[in-house]
């Protein structure tokens, strides 16, 4: 007598238990990051755009307001001073708007499963999201470097193109990691916007876009350079000026590099434990 849990010659399925897609599911997690890339191209005047305009306000007012009289830090006019700042601290913040988004709009709106019964790993998911937001920011980052060059005094051209690129992908990654744990974390928008306003943009704001931290107070100094947002800002505008206030020569750039790519490994460690635990999301 046949065993019926044995597959037959004509079976047009895995037998029951056998996975069916075995290593990376390349198909999924590919589905996935078009999803979401779609989603902020679909409103790209508010995604993309507006951010370009607003950092670009923020350019003006502030070359305006102290960058008078020829005024000149790290050996370079105001303008191109503060540019290259403006650009990567763009690039993060819009790099977690859109990671945070993922999830909890799943969650608010109930469509949560359709993220969770596709047969991707946690670490597919992840991919799939994190890749996305650096998409975005990387997008914003380059439609604001292209507002900043029709402003006279703004001289972007690169002096160490591997900084410029290295440090962008770091900011770009720590900020989706951070905008990946919020989504997990939050219930509602509100818990959202609290950690946008009350973490997100201090941090990038008081991490020496606008001024170089040797002017301020040693404490000030030292907690600064507890701001890992200080070494992404700083790092990147070294590939455009060749220029930081990390330390003195290179050799404190690429420290800063590695730390970087320590500190994001450590993160992205934390938020995928977090998500394989299914915290807040299969509770």
């Known amino acids: 007598m046949n065993d019926p849990a044995a597959p037959s010659r ?54 305006v307001a102290l960058g ?21 601290m763009g690039m993060m913040q819009n790099s977690f708007a859109n990671s945070s988004f993922s999830l909890l709009s799943g969650k608010i ?3 949560i499963i359709d993220l969770l019964m596709p047969p991707l790993s946690e670490g597919e998911m992840m991919a799939g999201i994190i890749g996305a937001a650096i998409t975005r920011g ?29 440090f962008g992908l770091m900011g770009t990654t720590l900020l989706a990691l951070m905008g990946l744990m919020t989504s997990i974390w939050s219930e509602k928008f509100d818990h959202n916007a609290m950690i946008t306003n009350f973490v997100v943009a201090p941090l990038s704001l008081l991490s020496g876009t606008f001024y170089v931290i040797d002017n301020l107070a040693p404490i000030f100094q030292t907690v600064s350079r507890a701001n890992p947002f200080f070494y992404v800002i700083s790092g990147f505008r070294y590939g455009f000026l060749g220029e930081s206030d990390i330390g003195e020569g290179a050799g404190a750039v690429v420290q800063a590099a590695i730390g970087l790519g320590i500190f994001n490994l450590v993160c992205g460690l934390i938020v995928y434990r977090v998500l394989k635990s299914g915290w807040k999301i299969k509770d």
Request: with cysteine; proline share 7%; charged share 10%.
């Open 138 to 166: 990387v997008a914003v980052g380059c439609a604001v470097a292209l507002a900043m060059v029709l402003w006279p005094g703004v001289d972007l051209s690169p002096a160490a193109p591997w900084a410029i690129i290295w």
């Open 10 to 63: 004509n079976q047009r399925f895995s037998p029951r238990g056998q996975p069916v897609i075995t290593g990376i599911n390349r198909i999924g997690l590919w589905s996935l990051y078009l999803k979401e890339v779609r989603r902020f191209l679909k409103v790209q005047t508010q995604t993309v755009w507006a951010p370009a305009v607003t950092t670009l306000l923020f350019l003006i007012i502030f070359s």
């Open 109 to 111: 709106q109930g469509t």
């Open 68 to 88: 008078r009289g020829g005024r000149e830090v790290l050996g370079v006019p105001f303008a191109s001073f503060v540019a290259p700042g403006l650009i990567v």
